[in-house]
C-alpha cells in the first residue's frame, strides 16, 4: 500500500468523507480460529471478553494483553460460520503478525492464518454502500460492527460493516483469484478511487482513533489509553485474565496520565515524537501521533499528558526548537458517521 | 535572467542583476505531497550556503530548506504564507520561496544545470 495515489493525501482524504475510498489493507492479519470452548478459555487469558458470550455476525474492538495489563495489540474480532462451521475470525495489526499469531497458536493449534490467500480492502465514506450494493448483495438492516458471509465471483467472502475512519464502510475478505476483478467492478462507480496509508492516517486521526505503536503499546493498558469501554468489566475481575488485577486498580484510582486531542493555534505542524509543556516550561507530556486535518484545515494531534495539569492553562509544544502554542480538542475531532438501526448515527 | 540551476537538494535557483531567487524543484514537489505550511526565512539574514532556512511541512514531512550560496535574503514570497500549495502548482516560477542579494557568483556556477540535476535524479 503506497502512502498515496495520484490526487494525493488530503484529496484522497476529501473523498472518503464526502464520497467513499478504497484501501488495500491487505497487509494486515486475519486468522481463522474454530469456536469452541477449550480455545476460547485460553484465548480470554490474553482477551478481555467474554468470547463465548460474543454474539453470532458480530465484530468487537478488542485487545491482546500482557501479564500487566500493557497492549501487545488491539484488534477487531468476530462470531462467524464458515461453511457451517463455527469460528472466530481476527484482524490484526501487520507489525505485530509474529507476537499475535504466537499468542493465537498456543491457544488454538490448528488456527488458520488466511490472508496469504485473502486480500482485505475497507471502503469507507458515506456512498461506499451504493458503490458496493450493486456488486454484493448487502442487507438493508445490516448495521456498524455487523459481519457476514456474501457471495462475489462464485466465491465466499467476509463482509464486515467496518473501518477505521470514523465513516461508515465496509471490510471485504476475498480469495486473491477475485481481488483484482472486485476492485475494478468497485472502481468503476466514479465517486470512489484507491487511497493510501498517509489518508488512512489522517482520517483515523480526526476520528480520534488510535493506533498501535503511538498511542498504544506493551507499556500503555487500555485504561491508560482511554480504551476501557472497549474492556468487558466482569472480566476484570477474572483471575485467568491478563493483568486483571492491575486493570481493575486503574478503573478505581486515578490514573497518571491521561489522552488527550489537540489542535494548533496557528499553521505549525503537530508530529507525533514532540514534547509538549505547561507555561514555566515543564515538560508535560508528549504527542503520540500528528497529521494535517484536511477537514479541520490545521495541525492536529493525539498525545499523553500527566493526569495532573489542568486542563485549564495553556499547554505548548516544542517544535523545531520554538514553543508553540496549541488547543486542547475533544477527542473525536470530526464526528462519526456509523450506520445503526437502519440509520447512520454519530 | 539567467539559466536555471539546482543543487543537490532540490532547490533550484535563477540570477538577475546579483539578485538570486530560489525555491524548491518540480521533483521536490512531488515526492514531498501536498504542502500545507512553509516557515518563510527572516528578511535581512546573512546567510552562508548549506544553512538551513526555512522548512516546507507536507502532510507527510516536515522538510529543511537550505541556502544554496552565501548572501543576504531580502525578499520572501508572502503568498506562500496564504496558500504554501502554490508550490505544488507552480515550484519553479509562481512557488518561489525567497530571493537573497549574491555575495560569490561563482558558487552559482557551480551549481547543477537543468541536465545535470535531471542526470543527477536518476542515479
Redesign the interface.
Known amino acids: 500500500m503506497p502512502i498515496n495515489y495520484k490526487t494525493g493525501i488530503i484529496n484522497e482524504h476529501k473523498n472518503v468523507r464526502n464520497h467513499s475510498g478504497i484501501f488495500d489493507v491487505s497487509h494486515m492479519g486475519q486468522i481463522l480460529i474454530e469456536n469452541n470452548e477449550l480455545y476460547l478459555h485460553k484465548l480470554e487469558k490474553y482477551i478481555p471478553l467474554q468470547l463465548k458470550n460474543l454474539i453470532k455476525n458480530r465484530s468487537h474492538y478488542s485487545f491482546l494483553l500482557n501479564k500487566d495489563g500493557g497492549v501487545i495489540d488491539d484488534l477487531i474480532i468476530s462470531n462467524i460460520d464458515i461453511k457451517y462451521k463455527p469460528y472466530l475470525y481476527v484482524v490484526y495489526n501487520a507489525s505485530r503478525k509474529k507476537e499475535d499469531e504466537e499468542i493465537f497458536v498456543s491457544c488454538a493449534p490448528n488456527a488458520e492464518k488466511i490472508y496469504n490467500k485473502n486480500c482485505l480492502f475497507a471502503i469507507q465514506g458515506p456512498d461506499s454502500i451504493n458503490v458496493l450494493k450493486n456488486i454484493i448483495d448487502i442487507p438493508n438492516n445490516m448495521n456498524f460492527f455487523d459481519i457476514l458471509i456474501s457471495k462475489y465471483d462464485y466465491n465466499e467472502i467476509i463482509v464486515s460493516r467496518s473501518g477505521y475512519t470514523g465513516e461508515d464502510g465496509f471490510e471485504l475478505s476475498i480469495p486473491n483469484e477475485s481481488a483484482e476483478n472486485l476492485i475494478t467492478d468497485l472502481l468503476k462507480n466514479e465517486n470512489t478511487m484507491l487511497c493510501g496509508l498517509g489518508s488512512r492516517d489522517s482520517l483515523r486521526l480526526e476520528a480520534g482513533l488510535s493506533l498501535y505503536g503511538h498511542e498504544l503499546n506493551e507499556n500503555i493498558t487500555p485504561i491508560e489509553a482511554g480504551l476501557s469501554w472497549a474492556l468487558d468489566k466482569e472480566r476484570l475481575e477474572d483471575k485467568n485474565l491478563n493483568g486483571n488485577k492491575i486493570l481493575s486498580d486503574q478503573l478505581k484510582n486515578k490514573l497518571s496520565n491521561k489522552k488527550i486531542g489537540l489542535i494548533s493555534t496557528n499553521k505549525s505542524m503537530l508530529r507525533d515524537g514532540m514534547t509538549l509543556f505547561d507555561n514555566n516550561n515543564n515538560e508535560i507530556g508528549k504527542i503520540t501521533s500528528g497529521c494535517f486535518s484536511p477537514n479541520l484545515n490545521k495541525s492536529i494531534a493525539i498525545g499523553y499528558i500527566k493526569s495532573e495539569f489542568n486542563t485549564d492553562n495553556p499547554i505548548f509544544c516544542e517544535i523545531r526548537k520554538k514553543l508553540e502554542l496549541v488547543k486542547i480538542n475533544n477527542l473525536p475531532f470530526v464526528k462519526k458517521n456509523y450506520k445503526k438501526n437502519g440509520s447512520v448515527y454519530e | 535572467m539567467s539559466e536555471k540551476k539546482y543543487t543537490k537538494d532540490h532547490e533550484w535557483v535563477s540570477i538577475e542583476n546579483e539578485i538570486a531567487t530560489i525555491g524548491i524543484s518540480n521533483h521536490a514537489q512531488e515526492s514531498l505531497?501536498?504542502i500545507?505550511?512553509i516557515?518563510l526565512p527572516s528578511v535581512g539574514n546573512s546567510v552562508k550556503a548549506k544553512d538551513e532556512i526555512c522548512?516546507v511541512?507536507s502532510?507527510?514531512a516536515?522538510s529543511d530548506i537550505y541556502a544554496p550560496i552565501d548572501g543576504e535574503i531580502i525578499e520572501v514570497n508572502n503568498n506562500l504564507e496564504n496558500d504554501a500549495a502554490i508550490i505544488n502548482q507552480d515550484a519553479e516560477n509562481e512557488g518561489w520561496i525567497f530571493k537573497m542579494k549574491v555575495s560569490d557568483s561563482n558558487q552559482y556556477s557551480e551549481l547543477m544545470s537543468e541536465d545535470e540535476y535531471k542526470q543527477f535524479l536518476e542515479q
Open positions: 505531497g501536498d500545507v505550511f516557515e522548512v511541512e502532510v507527510k516536515a
